[in-house]
C-alpha cells in the first residue's frame, strides 16, 4: 500500500515555498523545513536535548546516502560506538531494518560510481555520482558527503563546490542536500583552511542551506569554553596550550582523562583523531537527522502534553494489515504527531490520526494503543488498549495475474502472508540473497497446460521456483561488493512508453515467465510448497489462461540514467537498463533473468547511424564495467550484459542447472552457444530500435571479456567487423589456471563432450586455433589482440598457437605483446601520421568491405615458439601497417587497396 507524501522545501532562490508529492511507503508526513539555514556546529552536541519522537521520525522517514573516505567515517564510526553504548534508540543500518535509521554508508566508491569525497578522484566527480544515483534511487531523500583534505583549496574551489550543491538542489527537489566543512588542519584562524570553511558557513547562513560544521565541532570539548581552532588544533586535537607555536596538549585526551568512560563518553574508533571528537560528531549527526526529520532545534520551556487520543479503533484488512483510527489530541501549542504503540512496543510515528500497520501474523490478537506528542517533545501517556484480531491466511497463492508480449508470458502473484510480512521495501543484493536462503523451504510451483487446469494432481511443473522472484539479485554480476552491497531493484514486467520504464513490481509480488511451446490458449495455474508440502488448492486466485503466441519475448525497459563523463568520456551519456526472461535457445533453462545495458552517447543523432560496441565484462564485473568506450568520438552506441554462467561468453551444456555433471549424465547432452545466442539476440533487437550501422560493430573486452570477443568475432563474422581484446583465452584447454572454469560449462575435458553439431568436441569447438585451421575458407573480423609473456594465469603458449593460426589462415590482426603480465594491452592500427589510440581505431572497418591480411611483415618481432623464455620479450605484429578505405576496389575482376607502414 502507498502513501501520499507531502514534502515542503524552501527554494531561496525564488523566496517561495513549492511544494512537491512523493508516492512512497513512508507512513508519517515530512514536516516544513524553516526558512533559516540549518547549522550544525558544536552547539549541537547536547544528545539529551534531542526529543525522542524526531529520533523516531528520522528512522521512520529518512534514507541517507553518504560519501566519505577516512576523516568522514569519523561520523559513522561515532555512531555505531553511540548505538553500542546507548542502545537500540540509536542503532543505524544501510537498509534500515529491524527499526534502525536508514544511512547508506559509501566509505569510498559511493554508489560504486568512482566518486570518493569531495575532492577525490576530482572535485567534480562527486556530483555526477550523485546524478546518476539519484536517479537510479529515488527513495533516497538525502544526500551528505564529506571532505577529506582537499577543502584546502581556492576560493574559486570552493565556489565550484556550492554551485555544484545549488545545481542539485535544483534539480532534486525532494532530496535534502547536506554541506559540509573540511576537518582542521593546524593552520589556525589565518591559515586557508578556516577561510575556506568560513566561505561554506557564509554561503550556507546567506542562501539557507543544510550545513554540517564539522570543523567547529571539532574545535570545541563539551565544555564549550575554548577555540580550539585559533590555537592551531589539528584533526588529531592537539593544540598549542602556551601559545610558542608548537601543539603539546591534546584537548581530547585531556577531557577524557578528567571525565569517566561509559558515563560522559564513550570509546569508539576515530580516524586520524581520538574518541571523544567522533563522540561529538556523532552527537551532532544525531541533533542532524532530528531536524531534518522536522524537529526546530528549540526545547524551550512548555512542559505541557497534548491530551490523550480518544476514540481508538481497529479495522481488519487481511490477514497481515490492520487499519487504526483515532480523535485528534489538542495542545496549549500544538500537536506534532501521534505515536502508535503495539503490544505497548512503539511502532512508529505519525502525523494524521490514521496508521495502518502491516506484516502481521494469520488469525492473531494484538493490542493497540496511541499517544500523542507536541513539537517540543512532551508526550502524554498511551491511550486505552483496542484488540484487533487478523483474518485466518487462505494458504495458497492469490493474485495471480498475466501478461503475454512477443511470444513470452510473464505471471505475477502475491508471495504468501507468512513471506509478505518480512520483505522491506528496499534491501540490498545480499539481504534479498539471505532472505531467499533463510524462506528456502517455501516454494512455488508453476503449471500449464493446453487445457482447463482443475488439479495439478499427476502434473509436473514447468518450473519450482524460490520467494522473492520479484528483486533483481544479479545486476551487479555475481563476485564483487555490489553483488552483495549493491541496492536490489524490483523488475518492471509492463511495457515502457515512449522509452519511459513501467512502475516496478510491489516488495511482495513474484515474477515468471517462460516462451510457450505452441500458439494458443494457456492455462496455468501457482501454488506454494512449504517444508516440501504442496497446498494444492485451485481458485481464481491461483489460475488463468492466457492468449499466446510463440516467440522469444522482448527485452523490457527497467530503468534510464543519464551520466557525465561515463568511463572518461565526455558529455551526458544515456543509459537504458532492460531485463529478458531468456528461455531455449538463449538459456538452457526457462524464466533465466538477464540484464542488459544500452548506452547512447552525447552526440547520437537518429539520423545518422552508429556502430554497435558489444563490451564483455572481466571476471568479477558486471555490465557496467567495460575496458574502452571504442571510437566513442566518432560515435558509438555501447551495448553490455551480464554474464551467467561464468561460461566465458561461449556457451554451456544444456543440462547444466538441471542436472549434476558428471560423465554419464552430460554425455547424454551437448553443449550448447547459449550466451553467444542471447547476445546476438538482443544486438539485433538494440538495430531495431535505434539506428545502427550493421556493418561496423565492433566487440572487446577484457581478460575472460577479451577471450569472448574473439571467440565471438571469429565464429560470427557477418556480425563482427572489429574484435579488441585484452590477455585472453585462446585454447581453453592449455590454460595453466582456468581450464577448469571452461570444465564447468563443457564438462571436464577428458569426458569428451560434445558440441551441439554432434561431431565436434565442444573443447575443440571453442578452441580459436583449431577453430581457424578447420574454418579456413570463413571470413573472420579484424582482431586487435594482446597478452603477456609472463600471465601465468592466463597461459602464454597457447596465445602463441593461436597467433601462428591466425597467420597460416592468412587473417588480419594485430598483436602486441609484451612483460605486462595480465596489464598487456592491445595496439589498433595507427592512422597515417603513425598515431595510435588504445580506444580508437582510426581505419573505417566494416563487414562489407576487403580487409587485408598482412603476414610476415620486416617489422614485425618475434614472440618466439611458446616458451615465455624465448623470442623477444616485447614487441607486435601488424602493429605498423595502415590502409585506406575510401578507395577500396573490390570487383570480380579488379581487386586494389592502399597501404602502408607508417
Same mark, same amino acid.
Given at each position: 500500500?502507498?502513501?501520499?507524501h507531502?514534502?515542503l ?5 525564488? #523566496?517561495?515555498?513549492?511544494?512537491f508529492?512523493l ?28 526529543p525522542? *519522537?524526531?529520533i ?5 522517514n529518512?534514507?541517507? +546516502?553518504y560519501?566519505?573516505t577516512?576523516h568522514?567515517?569519523?561520523?559513522t564510526t561515532?555512531?555505531?560506538?553511540l548505538?553500542?553504548?546507548k ?7 544501510g537498509?534500515?531494518s529491524n527499526g534502525a535509521?536508514?544511512?547508506?554508508d559509501y566509505y569510498g566508491n559511493?554508489g560504486? %560510481?568512482?566518486a570518493?569525497? %569531495? ?10 555520482a550523485?546524478?546518476t544515483y %539519484?536517479?537510479?534511487?529515488p $527513495? ?16 574559486a ?5 556550492l554551485d555544484?550543491?545549488d545545481?542539485?538542489?535544483?534539480d532534486f527537489s525532494s ?15 589565518? &591559515?586557508?583552511?578556516n577561510?575556506?570553511?568560513?566561505q561554506?558557513r ?5 542562501n ?5 560544521d564539522?570543523?567547529d ?6 565544555? &564549550? ?8 588544533a589539528?584533526d588529531?586535537?592537539d593544540?598549542d596550550s ?9 584537548w581530547?585526551?585531556?577531557?577524557? &582523562? ?5 558515563v @560522559?563518553w ?5 580516524? $586520524? ?6 563522540n561529538r ?9 532530528a531536524?531534518?526529520?522536522?524537529w ?5 520551556l ?8 480518544a476514540g ?6 487481511s ?5 487504526l483510527?483515532w ?6 501549542v500544538?500537536?506534532?504527531?501521534y505515536r ?5 512496543v ?7 490520526? +490514521?496508521?495502518t500497520?502491516? &506484516?502481521?501474523q ?8 496511541v499517544?500523542?506528542?507536541d ?5 502524554c501517556?498511551?491511550?486505552?488498549p ?7 491466511a487462505?494458504?495458497g497463492?492469490?493474485g ?10 510473464i505471471?505475477t502473484?502475491?508471495e504468501v502472508?507468512?513471506v509478505?510480512a ?17 524462506m ?8 500449464r497446460s493446453?487445457?482447463q487446469?482443475d488439479?495439478v494432481a499427476?502434473?509436473?511443473?514447468? #518450473? !519450482?521456483?524460490?520467494?522473492l ?7 551487479y554480476?555475481l563476485?564483487?561488493s555490489?553483488?552483495t552491497?549493491?541496492?536490489a ?13 513501467g ?7 513474484a ?11 494457456g ?29 522469444q519475448? !522482448?527485452?523490457?525497459l527497467?530503468?534510464?540514467?543519464d551520466?557525465?563523463d561515463? $568511463?572518461y ?5 544515456r ?6 526472461w531468456?528461455c531455449?535457445?538463449?538459456s538452457?533453462i ?8 544500452v548506452?547512447?552517447?552525447? $552526440?547520437y543523432?537518429?539520423? *545518422?547511424?552508429?556502430?554497435v560496441?558489444?563490451?564483455n ?6 555490465? *557496467?564495467?567495460?575496458?574502452w568506450?571504442?571510437?566513442?568520438e566518432?560515435?558509438s ?7 551467467e554462467?561464468y ?11 538441471i542436472?549434476s555433471?558428471s560423465q554419464?549424465?552430460w554425455?547424454?547432452?551437448v553443449?550448447?552457444?547459449y550466451t553467444q545466442?542471447?547476445i546476438n539476440?538482443?544486438y539485433?533487437?538494440v538495430? @531495431?530500435h535505434?539506428n545502427v @550501422?550493421?556493418s561496423r560493430a565492433?566487440w572487446c ?8 570477443s574473439?571467440?565471438?568475432?571469429i ?6 567487423a572489429?574484435?579488441n ?9 592449455e590454460?595453466?589456471t582456468?581450464r577448469s572454469?571452461?570444465e564447468?560449462?563443457?564438462g571436464?575435458?577428458?569426458w569428451?563432450i560434445?558440441? !551441439?553439431?554432434?561431431i565436434t568436441? +565442444?573443447?575443440s ?5 583449431w577453430y581457424?585451421?578447420n574454418?579456413?575458407a570463413d571470413?573472420?573480423?579484424?582482431i586487435?589482440f594482446?597478452?603477456g609473456?609472463n ?7 597457447q596465445a602463441?598457437?593461436?597467433?601462428r593460426?591466425?597467420?597460416?589462415t ?7 605483446f609484451g612483460?605486462s603480465?595480465?596489464n598487456q ?10 598515431q595510435?589510440?588504445?580506444s580508437v581505431?582510426?581505419?573505417?572497418i ?14 614485425d618481432?618475434?614472440p618466439?615458439n611458446?616458451?615465455p623464455a624465448d623470442?623477444? !620479450?616485447s614487441g607486435q605484429?601488424?602493429?605498423y ?5 575510401? @578507395? ?5 575482376a ?7 607502414l607508417?
Amino acid at each position: 500500500m502507498h502513501l501520499l507524501h507531502l514534502v515542503l522545501r524552501l527554494w531561496n532562490r525564488s #523566496k517561495a515555498l513549492v511544494l512537491f508529492a512523493l508516492v512512497s511507503s513512508f507512513s508519517a508526513l515530512w514536516t516544513e523545513l524553516p526558512a533559516q539555514a540549518i547549522i550544525i556546529d558544536h552547539n549541537c552536541t547536547n544528545l539529551s536535548a534531542i526529543p525522542e *519522537n524526531y529520533i523516531h521520525l528520522a528512522k521512520q522517514n529518512l534514507c541517507i +546516502a553518504y560519501g566519505h573516505t577516512s576523516h568522514g567515517s569519523q561520523i559513522t564510526t561515532g555512531m555505531t560506538g553511540l548505538a553500542n553504548w546507548k542502545g537500540s534508540l540509536y542503532t543505524w543500518n544501510g537498509s534500515g531494518s529491524n527499526g534502525a535509521l536508514r544511512l547508506i554508508d559509501y566509505y569510498g566508491n559511493f554508489g560504486g %560510481l568512482g566518486a570518493n569525497d %569531495l575532492g577525490s578522484p576530482t572535485r567534480t566527480a562527486w556530483e555526477a555520482a550523485t546524478r546518476t544515483y %539519484l536517479a537510479a534511487n529515488p $527513495h533516497v531523500n538525502v544526500i551528505i558527503w564529506s571532505w577529506c583534505g582537499q577543502v584546502d583549496g581556492t576560493q574559486a574551489d570552493i565556489q565550484q563546490y556550492l554551485d555544484l550543491m545549488d545545481g542539485l538542489e535544483d534539480d532534486f527537489s525532494s532530496v535534502k542536500f547536506v554541506y559540509m566543512t573540511g576537518h582542521l588542519n593546524g593552520g589556525g584562524a589565518a &591559515g586557508n583552511v578556516n577561510v575556506r570553511n568560513n566561505q561554506i558557513r557564509a554561503y550556507c547562513q546567506a542562501n539557507g542551506k543544510i550545513l554540517y560544521d564539522f570543523a567547529d565541532i571539532e574545535s570545541y570539548d563539551p565544555d &564549550g569554553l575554548v577555540n580550539y581552532m585559533e590555537l592551531i588544533a589539528n584533526d588529531n586535537c592537539d593544540y598549542d596550550s602556551d601559545g610558542n607555536g608548537s601543539r603539546d596538549r591534546n584537548w581530547a585526551t585531556v577531557w577524557q &582523562g578528567a571525565h569517566t568512560q561509559n558515563v @560522559d563518553w564513550y570509546s569508539c574508533s576515530s580516524a $586520524h583523531s581520538e574518541p571523544l571528537n567522533a563522540n561529538r560528531k556523532a552527537y551532532a549527526a544525531w541533533y542532524l537527522w532530528a531536524r531534518l526529520a522536522g524537529w526546530s532545534g528549540q526545547t524551550g520551556l512548555d512542559t505541557t502534553p497534548p491530551t490523550v487520543p480518544a476514540g481508538l479503533s481497529g479495522e481488519v484488512l487481511s490477514a497481515t494489515e490492520v487499519s487504526l483510527s483515532w480523535d485528534a489530541s489538542t495542545d496549549n501549542v500544538g500537536v506534532a504527531g501521534y505515536r502508535v504503540y503495539r503490544n505497548g512496543v512503539s511502532l512508529g510515528t505519525t502525523a494524521t490520526t +490514521a496508521y495502518t500497520d502491516s &506484516g502481521l501474523q494469520p488469525t492473531t490478537s494484538y493490542d493497540y494503543s496511541v499517544s500523542a506528542y507536541d513539537a517540543i517533545g512532551n508526550e502524554c501517556v498511551m491511550s486505552p488498549p483496542v484488540t484487533v484480531t487478523t483474518l485466518a491466511a487462505s494458504g495458497g497463492v492469490f493474485g495471480l495475474g498475466s501478461r503475454h508480449h512477443a511470444g513470452q508470458t510473464i505471471l505475477t502473484w502475491n508471495e504468501v502472508p507468512e513471506v509478505a510480512a518480512q520483505i522491506p521495501e528496499t534491501m540490498t543484493v545480499g539481504e534479498v540473497k539471505a532472505m531467499r536462503t533463510a524462506m528456502n523451504g517455501i516454494r512455488y510451483r508453476i503449471y500449464r497446460s493446453n487445457s482447463q487446469i482443475d488439479s495439478v494432481a499427476g502434473m509436473t511443473p514447468v #518450473k !519450482e521456483v524460490s520467494v522473492l522472484r520479484g528483486w533483481n539479485s544479479e545486476l551487479y554480476g555475481l563476485e564483487n561488493s555490489q553483488a552483495t552491497n549493491g541496492v536490489a531493484y524490483r523488475f518492471v514486467v509492463a511495457p515502457d512508453v515512449n522509452s519511459v520504464p513501467g512502475t516496478p513490481v510491489a516488495r511482495d509480488v513474484a515474477v515468471f515467465a517462460m516462451n510457450p511451446p505452441s500458439a494458443g490458449t494457456g492455462y496455468y495455474a501457482v501454488t506454494v510448497v512449504r517444508d516440501g508440502v504442496e497446498d494444492t488448492s485451485l481458485s481464481s486466485a491461483n489460475r488463468l489462461s492466457v492468449q499466446e503466441t510463440v516467440g522469444q519475448g !522482448e527485452p523490457i525497459l527497467q530503468r534510464v540514467v543519464d551520466v557525465e563523463d561515463h $568511463h572518461y568520456t565526455e558529455g551526458i551519456s544515456r543509459h537504458y537498463y532492460y531485463t529478458r526472461w531468456e528461455c531455449p535457445p538463449h538459456s538452457s533453462i526457462i524464466d533465466r533473468p538477464i540484464d542488459y545495458r544500452v548506452v547512447v552517447p552525447p $552526440h547520437y543523432n537518429p539520423q *545518422n547511424p552508429m556502430p554497435v560496441l558489444l563490451s564483455n565484462h572481466g571476471w568479477g564485473g558486471n555490465l *557496467n564495467g567495460l575496458s574502452w568506450w571504442m571510437n566513442f568520438e566518432s560515435g558509438s552506441i555501447l551495448v553490455s550484459t551480464n554474464q551467467e554462467p561464468y561460461d566465458w561468453w561461449t556457451g554451456y551444456h544444456e543440462l547444466r542447472g538441471i542436472v549434476s555433471p558428471s560423465q554419464s549424465a552430460w554425455s547424454q547432452g551437448v553443449v550448447r552457444p547459449y550466451t553467444q545466442r542471447r547476445i546476438n539476440a538482443f544486438y539485433d533487437w538494440v538495430c @531495431d530500435h535505434w539506428n545502427v @550501422d550493421r556493418s561496423r560493430a565492433i566487440w572487446c573486452g577484457v581478460s575472460m571479456g577479451g577471450s569472448g570477443s574473439i571467440m565471438h568475432g571469429i565464429r560470427n563474422p557477418d556480425r563482427v567487423a572489429w574484435v579488441n581484446s585484452w590477455v585472453g583465452v585462446h585454447v581453453p584447454a592449455e590454460s595453466p589456471t582456468f581450464r577448469s572454469s571452461y570444465e564447468n560449462s563443457y564438462g571436464q575435458l577428458g569426458w569428451n563432450i560434445l558440441y !551441439e553439431d554432434g561431431i565436434t568436441p +565442444a573443447f575443440s569447438w571453442f578452441d580459436d586455433d583449431w577453430y581457424l585451421r578447420n574454418h579456413v575458407a570463413d571470413e573472420t573480423p579484424f582482431i586487435s589482440f594482446s597478452n603477456g609473456k609472463n600471465d601465468s594465469a592466463i597461459g602464454w603458449s597457447q596465445a602463441v598457437k593461436f597467433l601462428r593460426a591466425l597467420q597460416d589462415t592468412k587473417r588480419p590482426f594485430t598483436f602486441d605483446f609484451g612483460m605486462s603480465g595480465h596489464n598487456q594491452r592491445a595496439l589498433n592500427p595507427p592512422n597515417i601520421d603513425g598515431q595510435r589510440s588504445e580506444s580508437v581505431n582510426p581505419i573505417d572497418i566494416r563487414t562489407d568491405q576487403s580487409l587485408p591480411a598482412f603476414n610476415n611483415c620486416s617489422v614485425d618481432d618475434n614472440p618466439g615458439n611458446g616458451d615465455p623464455a624465448d623470442g623477444d !620479450e616485447s614487441g607486435q605484429i601488424n602493429a605498423y601497417l595502415f590502409w585506406t578505405t575510401g @578507395d577500396i576496389v573490390d570487383q570480380p575482376a579488379e581487386w586494389a587497396m592502399t597501404i602502408g607502414l607508417v
